[in-house]
């Protein structure tokens, strides 16, 4: 098992165009949260899956942006019409069953131009 | 309200000495965990450390240990030996309810440490 992945690494894109992001949690882990990172400031929380189901999403969550995680696997964040203000990291993490530690992906920097 | 404080936006330390960063919380749950993680430039999150809000001992973790006083909601993270290696960003976060909750971790804003030679 290689952690979690993140894809892509980076993406530039410009402003009202649609953008998706992937992430690869770890096999065994069931649960799956997305972040995101501005300059200068820690994460924050955006939206967490255990399994398949979409349990908590943050007020920053609008309804410009969207999560799935179809079979319970691997989980994409889609942000439409994208603003200057999306730019920022995006951090995927994920967690098991009986474990309290969350490891984290390299992140995907989007910037929006 | 911030969840975790951490009020050292920057520290320097020389190589070799050790550091603390400091980071205090918020909450009304007795049950919670409390972390801190390592992020380089290459913007990775690198998980350093962990205490349980019943942990009885401080945790520690080869160079990294943590200065849990819970009366006074604070989880400060101690380098020994500081490497130049170290220089990262560095942020506290917490879970708040038990560890199969599930929820999602609160961080801090981060501190910029630098090692100088």
């Known amino acids: 098992d290689t952690g979690v992945s993140q894809d892509p690494r980076h993406k530039i894109t410009k402003r009202g165009q649609n953008v998706t992001f992937r992430c690869d949690p770890i096999?065994?882990?069931?649960?799956l949260y997305w972040y995101r990172q501005t300059l200068g400031q820690g994460p924050e929380f955006l939206t967490y899956?255990?399994?398949?189901?979409?349990?908590?999403k943050s007020r920053l969550l609008s309804d410009r942006f969207s999560a799935e995680r179809p079979k319970g696997s691997f989980s994409t964040l889609e942000i439409q019409r994208t603003e200057q203000g999306d730019s920022a990291m995006y951090l995927c993490?994920?967690?098991?069953?009986?474990?309290?530690?969350?490891?984290f992906g390299s992140g995907t920097r989007l910037t929006v131009v | 309200a911030q969840k975790i404080t951490q009020t050292q936006p920057g520290m320097f330390v020389q190589e070799k000495e050790a550091v603390t960063l400091d980071c205090t919380y918020d909450?009304?749950?007795?049950?919670?965990?409390l972390f801190w993680y390592k992020q380089p430039s290459s913007g990775e999150m690198i998980f350093l450390i962990y205490?349980?809000?019943?942990?009885?001992q401080n945790a520690t973790e080869g160079r990294y240990s943590l200065n849990f006083q819970k009366a006074r909601k604070s989880a400060n993270l101690v380098i020994s030996a500081s490497q130049l290696g170290d220089s990262a960003m560095y942020f506290c976060?917490?879970?708040?309810?038990?560890?199969?909750?599930?929820?999602?971790?609160?961080f801090g804003k981060g501190t910029s440490l630098l090692v100088t030679p």
């Open positions: 096999s065994e882990h069931n649960r």
């Open positions: 976060a917490m879970r708040e309810g038990p560890t199969n909750s599930g929820y999602a971790l609160n």
């Open positions: 899956f255990q399994n398949e189901a979409q349990l908590e």
């Open positions: 205490q349980g809000s019943y942990d009885q």
């Open positions: 993490a994920s967690s098991g069953l009986g474990s309290y530690g969350y490891t």
């Open positions: 909450t009304s749950d007795p049950s919670y965990g």
